[in-house]
């Protein structure tokens, strides 16, 4: 039987004596526990009244409509990360940077909740983060540390909140699948060193959003549906599930590729995630796992960032196919 492993004894093992590793551990697990919380709330689904309710009329930084379990888990992951060496938190649900312990070595940027328009319909949603070293002296502002290419991310990973809590997590050492066992209260390693198979007959994509496209992904979705007739030469599935780990989490299990191209509508010039705590931590997963995020066709990691909301069209998952769409381009 193989060795039963807590995320605590992972961490402790990866982080050793280094103290900046530590505060890089310390991080990880206060996010994974802050999400067995909200996890819990879920899982209440109606029992749970609002969670789904718009709060207030403004929409968050990056335009979208702030609902009540939005803001909850942000509030959440702000106190939780108040006990670690976390110095400041860019946050979806915020405009500015958040200060948390100013004396802190890392900075985090956080997706608090993802697929918000998934919370009243029992369907998984998540949290995302991303994890940077942050240095007072060597850093102009806290923001100069977070507007970084994604290549510097020390560590990354997301929370998906479904029949399984589940924590996919890289240290920068490949990529790891932790699942939480709610009688032990604690999370296990299931997946060690995950790889994405190379290659796939399976895409996601709002297709809904179909007559909005531009060429080049209205020609690969195209020659997808031909199927074994087309170009091809193999019949396609499709998979959407609407909240971004739920459809990253089943590409980390048998590969695939999620697709949110930029398309014509207003709002849509740079597709819909966010590079900081949507596209980067994912993209960061994907390459640990031997797959490949572009924005369809430059790596998501080389990107320079200019707004802390900045969003930008994302493609990840099996590499061949990453690379099959970077050609329609
Ligand atoms: O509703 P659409 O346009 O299909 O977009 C769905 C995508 O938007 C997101 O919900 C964006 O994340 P948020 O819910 O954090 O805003 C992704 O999780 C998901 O893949
Ligand atoms: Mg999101
Ligand atoms: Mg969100």
């Not at 093992?13 to 819990?40: E, F, L, P, S, Y």
């Not at 335009?63 to 060496?85: F, N, S, W």
């Amino acid at each position: 039987m193989s060795e039963i492993v807590t995320l605590q004894a992972y961490l402790d093992r990866w982080a050793g004596t280094d103290a900046g590793r530590k505060a890089v551990a310390g991080a990880v697990r206060t996010i994974a526990t802050t999400g067995v919380g909200i996890a819990d709330l879920v899982a209440r689904g109606p029992l749970e009244e609002g969670l789904a309710k718009i709060r207030g009329t403004d929409p968050n930084a990056g335009g979208d409509a702030q609902k009540e379990l939005d803001v909850i888990a942000e509030e959440r992951i702000v106190t939780a990360l108040k006990g670690t060496e976390v110095a400041f938190l860019a946050s979806e649900e915020s405009e500015e940077l958040i200060p948390v312990n100013t004396s802190g070595r890392l900075v985090v940027a956080v997706d608090p909740l993802d697929g918000s328009s998934n919370i009243d319909t029992n369907v998984s949603v998540g949290t995302i983060y991303s994890i940077l070293p942050y240095d007072a002296a060597a850093h102009a502002n806290p923001a100069a540390a977070v507007m970084r290419t994604g290549s510097h991310q020390v560590a990354a990973g997301f929370l998906a909140y479904g029949p399984a809590t589940i924590l996919v997590s890289t240290l920068g050492e490949g990529t790891q699948v932790f699942v939480y066992d709610r009688d032990k209260a604690d999370f296990f390693l299931a997946r060690d060193q995950v790889e994405i198979p190379a290659e796939t007959k399976e895409y996601g994509v709002n297709q809904s959003n179909v007559r909005q496209w531009h060429a080049p992904m209205a020609a690969y979705i195209a020659d997808c549906l031909a199927g074994k007739d087309g170009p091809r030469a193999k019949d396609f599935n499709m998979r959407w599930v609407g909240s971004m780990v739920a459809d990253a989490f089943r590409i980390f299990t048998r590969g695939g590729v999620y697709v949110y191209p930029s398309d014509k509508r207003k709002g849509y010039e740079n597709g819909r995630l966010r590079l900081i705590y949507e596209a980067n931590p994912v993209a960061f997963l994907t390459e640990q796992a031997k797959g490949a995020a572009t924005d369809g066709k430059t790596r998501i990691l080389d990107i320079v960032p200019h707004h802390i909301h900045q969003r930008i069209p994302l493609v990840f998952g099996s590499k061949a196919e990453v690379e099959k769409i970077a050609s329609y381009y």
